[in-house]
């Protein structure tokens, strides 16, 4: 089992930058796939990017794609999600999640695909 707490969430001016941390807990971080999702307000939870255990991988939602980058530290137990030309539409709060499973799809998440979530991070883009 592992444990995920994030971090680096705030308030950012549109076009600014981000950059969330994960850390997990444990020592077979490494064996994970892992994932950040948002929730913004009143809607559902959405996907945003994936990475495979080992970093050779990686998914991004259309939403996202060529303004967020995710990428992973295995020897720091930590992924990140850095977040560049920010706009209203990815006010959310950000969670990250690790696989249920051992093999990495480069597509979309089913719904039982990430198992184990960290409590979120807000992050808040102002106009």
């Known amino acids: 089992q592992v444990q995920l707490v994030e971090s680096g969430g705030g308030l950012v001016q549109a076009g600014g930058s981000l950059r969330l941390s994960c850390a997990a807990s444990?020592?077979?971080?490494?064996?994970?796939?892992m994932a950040w999702f948002r929730q913004a307000p009143g809607k559902e939870r959405e996907f945003a990017a994936s990475?495979?255990?080992?970093?050779?991988?990686?998914y991004y939602a259309d939403s996202v794609k060529g303004r967020f980058t995710i990428s992973r530290d295995n020897a720091k137990n930590t992924v990140y999600l850095q977040m560049n030309s920010l706009n209203t539409e990815d006010t959310a709060v950000y969670y990250c999640?690790?696989?249920?499973?051992?093999?990495?799809?480069?597509?979309?998440?089913?719904?039982?695909?990430?198992?184990?979530w960290g409590q979120g991070t807000q992050v808040t883009v102002s106009s």
């Open positions: 999640a690790a696989g249920s499973f051992p093999t990495y799809r480069p597509a979309p998440p089913s719904d039982n695909e990430y198992g184990y």
């Open positions: 444990g020592r077979t971080f490494s064996r994970y796939n």
């Open positions: 990475i495979s255990w080992n970093g050779g991988f990686t």
